[in-house]
Nanobody
């Protein structure tokens, strides 16, 4: 059982930055793989980025490479999403997700995760 709470969303202008946080329950956060997904109005939930439970290896959707960075602080049981050079098409509800895993590979699919946060709204105006 993992409980996730996202925070840090808001309304920004194109080109601005935001940092999202996701606080997770549990003693062994280093053994939990984490991911960020987003859902724009009228669209399906899509992969944004992920980080593995072992080795902190990362992966990114092509749409955010070079602009977004995922990181984790195991002492605080928290994963972060640094979002730079935001575009209007980044507007969405952002969700963090968790899966118990000690593997070095991240997970990229919605169906691979077992736990989800409630989401935080990011709105980017043009």
């Amino acid at each position: 059982q993992v409980q996730l709470v996202e925070s840090g969303g808001g309304l920004v202008q194109a080109g601005d930055s935001l940092r999202l946080s996701c606080a997770a329950s549990g003693r062994t956060f280093s053994n939990i793989a984490m991911g960020w997904f987003r859902r724009a109005p009228g669209k399906e939930r899509e992969f944004v980025t992920a980080i593995s439970g072992r080795g902190s290896n990362t992966g990114y959707a092509d749409s955010v490479k070079g602009r977004f960075t995922i990181s984790r602080d195991n002492a605080k049981n928290t994963v972060y999403l640094q979002m730079n050079s935001l575009k209007p098409e980044d507007t969405a509800v952002y969700y963090c997700a968790a899966k118990y895993s000690s593997w070095r590979d991240p997970y990229y699919r919605v169906g691979e995760y077992d736990y989800w946060g409630q989401g935080t709204q990011v709105t980017v105006s043009s």
